[in-house]
């Protein structure tokens, strides 16, 4: 079957650090993509792994582990506005079906 | 450039009654896909195009639901008659063709099946 877990809520507070887990079990895996959606908007595109490592982009890293089955979003110098859901999705060989998870509702607090 | 465009942004509608979405992808995209959200599901793969193929329906929910792409360019998705479980969110997304396909999501069309 094909499967995707992340936590349902995180809470964490301006300025530190947070790290959102993925776990995913798919048939034909190709990659693993990383989400964020405001409520009530379309998601937006942060990052995608293909392969094992981490990948930073600004305040915002994603690791794979494909051996594992499992990744993580690490937003660091958190800030009020990176409230919202964290969708992580699988793709498939080829990179075009896409599985998502239920993704992961962040609150930023001050 | 602009982005992924749909039409209408909400629409509510009875149940038996036809109701056709329009998803306008960003110019040059030959991928296209439609995905669905059901209130507190995760977002669901739909179907895949590539120009004016189908590439992938396997996530459609059954054949009350038709999308085309006819010209390669603006998807529609028609839901013929809707039920009730058909309410949710309509998500329309498109790339480029390449080696991974960063996909770029439209706003959305807000269905509800009275």
């Known amino acids: 079957g094909q499967n995707i877990d992340q936590p349902t809520e995180m809470t964490a507070t301006e300025g530190a650090i947070v790290q959102i887990n993925c776990t995913y079990q798919?048939?034909?895996?190709?990659?693993l993509f990383w989400y964020q959606q405001h409520a009530g908007e379309a998601p937006t595109f942060l990052s995608y792994n293909v392969l094992d490592g981490l990948e930073e982009k600004g305040r915002f890293s994603s690791f794979l582990s494909r051996s594992k089955g499992y990744s993580y979003l690490l937003l660091k110098e958190l800030q009020m506005k990176d409230s919202a859901s964290y969708l992580c999705a699988a793709s498939n060989t080829g990179g075009f079906k896409t599985i998502f998870g239920a993704g992961t509702r962040l609150f930023v607090k001050a | 450039e602009a982005g992924v465009t749909q039409f209408p942004s909400h629409s509510v509608i009875e149940k038996g009654q036809t109701v056709t979405l329009r998803c306008d992808p960003i110019?040059?995209?030959?991928?296209l896909y439609w995905y669905r959200r059901v209130m507190g599901k995760e977002i669901k793969f739909l179907l895949h195009?590539?120009?004016?193929?189908?590439?992938?329906e396997s996530g459609m929910p059954n054949n009350r639901f038709l999308a085309e792409r006819t010209g390669g360019t603006y998807s529609t998705l028609k839901v013929q008659p809707a039920e009730l479980e058909d309410s949710g969110v309509y998500f329309c997304a498109s790339s480029r063709t390449g080696s991974y396909n960063e996909q770029f999501f439209g706003p959305g069309t807000r269905l509800t099946v009275l």
């Open positions: 798919t048939s034909g895996f190709n990659g």
């Open positions: 195009f590539v120009k004016e193929s189908k590439q992938d």
């Open positions: 110019s040059g995209h030959d991928n």
